[in-house]
């Protein structure tokens, strides 16, 4: 092979990659019959994996009601939450259900259907911390657990710039480093908190307040995460959400759940 | 046997070799190589953008400091750690060689994540035990966590290492240097160890490049280095690129270490040389 059919095969895969990045992709004649949904399954109480393995929680269950209510029939899979946008884009799965807010950053990479709920964020501490309130002035000097390229990370850095934010790989690390002292305080969705909270394992703490949602940070709330283009999809979540909203589906898995309006206003 | 004394394959100049023209397998490899190339320079001249660049460089700067003291740190600390176990290795006395032998299977046996979370997450769960011992200043902090974990892991590869070059070395030298009447100091320290360093440098290089790597699992308990920085950024622009700068960095790393060591290695082999 000649240094110039070398160049000529690499201009044309180029060409290629690019043609394939650029592409107008529709799914108008595609047959959603079979939609595969992935979840992160480690962000009790909205997606988990109870002791048999099974995936659980609000997230999955109000999937199964809106696969219900398109008549088709959905898989699940799980996914790391850092990989879970390029998972999407890859075609791993078709539509991401993991209480993924819908920000502008990730506007640009995906398409999101309406929201499907919207709760504020929350900060957690220990029962006999020292932090009176969640001012900024309070948490000055302290150290700040939060999910690693979440919302609530962002929100804790813009919220709390002179405490120091840990960024944890997923939310069962930092309650273990709450509860062992490491951090004095951990920001979270408040439903994760308050579920916590709840529980055993949260016996070492108490919730010290919601804090205020930043739209530029959190943006228009949780939606349903698809690729951009398939537009025939989005349409048929977004009819799906409308209908089990309408016809009492929505509120019997909330009532599962929570017992307040978790849909926001 | 292969004497050690006989120069190692690397010394000899790679220009003796005859020449060949090369196969059609190395021309298509080649060339895929070269595609490979030829795209990420294009991919990076398109989307080349000045705002990311000025944004996520300082932060990457950071990122690869970390890295760097990181894994400087550890490896002193374990060559350090490294050097009783591969006496104990080596030696007689089996109370000596079982413990260290246990140490260099446990630690090379188990996986570098699982070892980190147990020493992170794992020992936060005894802070009163900790505490009443005086060493939870040391366990709260994930900086030392970090170092503590990869210093106790690379000192059982390092151990391996430096034991198998010490035994490298002819049993004739130790004899030798003794009926000169060298003392065993002596010995090791002029006759042994710059003879063993010959053979244990390569390997030693291959340690470093992968604790350079290994260490971006730090970031499961919060430390974050070169990768996870990256991470962070990829997290906010959701763009490829990110991970390709990381690549790069990487990338000229391993490279440094690679040209030092052969530096080292000429320098080393000089009175090999004709």
Same mark, same amino acid.
């Given at each position: ?94 539509? *991401?259900? %993991?209480?993924? @807010?819908?920000? !502008?950053?990730? $506007?640009?990479?995906?398409?999101? &259907?309406?929201?499907? +709920? ?34 609530? *990370?962002? %929100?804790?850095? @813009?919220?709390? !710039?002179?405490? $120091?934010?840990?960024?944890?790989? &997923?939310?069962?690390? +930092? ?39 930043? @739209? ?50 | ?274």
């Amino acid at each position: 092979m000649t240094l110039l059919k070398t160049l000529v095969l690499a201009g044309t895969a180029l060409a290629f990659a690019a043609g394939a990045a650029s592409a107008q992709d529709t799914d108008a004649g595609k047959d959603w019959s079979t939609v595969v949904i992935g979840t992160e399954g480690a962000y009790p109480p909205f997606n988990f994996l109870d002791a048999s393995g099974q995936l659980q929680g609000f997230d999955v269950d109000v999937a199964k009601a809106l696969c219900e209510q398109m008549k088709v029939t959905c898989t699940f899979v799980t996914q790391d939450w850092d990989g879970m946008i390029p998972a999407l884009q890859n075609g791993n799965f078709d539509a *991401l259900i %993991a209480s993924m @807010s819908i920000t !502008p950053e990730r $506007e640009e990479q995906i398409a999101f &259907t309406d929201k499907y +709920y919207q709760t504020p964020p929350a900060i957690a501490v220990p029962k006999d911390s020292d932090i009176a309130e969640p001012t900024a002035a309070a948490l000055d000097g302290k150290v700040i657990g939060a999910q690693t390229a979440t919302t609530h *990370l962002q %929100a804790a850095e @813009s919220l709390f !710039p002179d405490a $120091e934010v840990r960024p944890y790989p &997923t939310a069962e690390e +930092y309650k273990l480093d709450i509860d062992s002292g490491r951090v004095d305080a951990v920001v979270d969705d408040v439903v994760v908190l308050s579920e916590w909270l709840k529980s055993d394992a949260g016996a070492c703490c108490k919730l010290l307040g919601t804090l205020p949602a930043d @739209s530029a940070i959190y943006g228009k709330g949780i939606g349903i995460g698809l690729r951009k283009g398939d537009e025939k999809l989005r349409t048929m979540f977004n009819e799906a959400i409308q209908a089990i909203r309408a016809n009492g589906k929505y509120k019997e898995v909330q009532d599962k759940y929570f017992d307040f309006d978790v849909y926001g206003s | 046997m292969k004497n050690a004394l006989d120069p190692p394959l690397a010394a000899t100049p790679p220009d003796v070799l005859p020449r060949r023209r090369p196969g059609f397998a190395g021309v298509l490899a080649l060339g895929a190589w070269l595609l490979a190339g030829l795209s990420l320079v294009a991919y990076l001249a398109a989307a080349w953008n000045p705002d990311l660049l000025a944004r996520y460089a300082p932060i990457y700067l950071s990122g690869l400091w970390t890295t760097i003291q990181l894994v400087a740190i550890s490896f002193v600390a374990g060559a350090l750690i490294s050097v009783p176990v591969a006496l104990g290795r080596g030696s007689k006395g089996f109370v000596q060689r079982d413990l260290s032998t246990a140490y260099v299977v446990l630690f090379r046996g188990t996986p570098f994540i699982a070892q980190l979370f147990l020493i992170y997450y794992g020992f936060g769960q005894f802070r009163d035990f900790f505490e009443t011992i005086g060493l939870w200043g040391f366990f709260r902090e994930p900086w030392y966590c970090a170092i503590f974990a990869l210093a106790l892991n690379t000192a059982a590869y390092q151990a391996e290492i430096l034991r198998g070059a010490v035994a490298s070395v002819p049993k004739g030298q130790w004899e030798g240097a003794k009926s000169l009447g060298l003392s065993r100091l002596t010995t090791l320290r002029k006759v042994i160890l710059p003879q063993a360093a010959i053979v244990a440098l390569r390997p030693y290089t291959n340690e470093v490049i992968l604790m350079v790597k290994a260490s971006a699992i730090v970031a499961i308990i919060t430390v974050y280095d070169l990768l996870g920085e990256t991470r962070r950024a990829y997290s906010r622009t959701f763009d490829f690129q990110t991970y390709i700068w990381a690549a790069i960095l990487y990338l000229l790393i391993v490279e440094l270490l690679r040209h030092a060591t052969n530096f080292a290695e000429r320098r080393l082999t000089r009175h090999l040389r004709r």
